[in-house]
Every structure is written in C-alpha cells, then in structure tokens.
Nanobody, 122 residues
Framework: QVQLVESGGGLVQAGGSLRLSCAASGNIFSINYMGWYRQAPGKQRELVAT????????YADSVKGRFTISRDNAKNTTVYLQMNSLKPEDTAVYYCNCNARIGVYSANFNYWGQGTQVTVSS
C-alpha cells in the first residue's frame, strides 16, 4: 500500500502564502502523477494541480498564476504546493493524491492523504 502524509496547512490572511507538502511512502513501484485536490464545505472535491513523473503540470483555472506545484527531484515521492495571493475562496481541506503502482503487474491506483485544512481570512 501507499501512504501519503500532508503538512503545511493553516490559517492565513487574504493575500498571504502557504506551502503544502506531501510525502508518499510504502510499497511504491512507480508513480504516474501526484497532485492536490480540495474540498470546501458543501462543495465537491475539485482538482487544484497535478504534476506527472515527467514533470508536466496542470492547474485549475482558479489557481493559475497563484499556485505552483513542484516535486523533490531527489525523491520523486514528495510534492509541494506553493500557494500565493491566497483568497478566502481558497479555504478548503486540501488532499494529496498519488496515482501509483505497487508492483510491476499491478494496476494504477489512486491513493489519498488525510487532508489538511487551509483557511484564508478576509
């Protein structure tokens, strides 16, 4: 199995910055991509950003130009989300996602972290 441990959430004023981290561990054979999703109260979980094993990135329109996803090149199992110019509407629980295989013959599977709260005050 794959375990994801997130850190870096918290309370920040509008216009401020936060950096989220997510470290994957366990019986990982290969990682296709890692990313961040978020879920605000009463809303569905939505994509924030993803980064593939090749380094290609994808962002939700609502965070383009403000958020940056990156990974630790030494350890491809760690991903970061730098969040700048935060807005109250960015308030949500942020979940780390990892699409990985645990063996050469296993299928790809999505793994999720426990979530970390990000609250942006106005």
């Amino acid at each position: 199995q794959v375990q994801l441990v997130e850190s870096g959430g918290g309370l920040v004023q509008a216009g401020g910055s936060l950096r989220l981290s997510c470290a994957a561990s366990g019986n990982i054979f290969s990682i296709n991509y890692m990313g961040w999703y978020r879920q605000a109260p009463g809303k569905q979980r939505e994509l924030v950003a993803t980064i593939t094993s090749a380094g290609s990135t994808n962002y939700a329109d609502s965070v383009k130009g403000r958020f940056t996803i990156s990974r630790d090149n030494a350890k491809n199992t760690t991903v970061y989300l730098q969040m700048n110019s935060l807005k109250p509407e960015d308030t949500a629980v942020y979940y780390c996602n990892c699409n990985a295989r645990i063996g050469v013959y296993s299928a790809n599977f999505n793994y999720w972290g426990q979530g970390t709260q990000v609250t942006v005050s106005s």
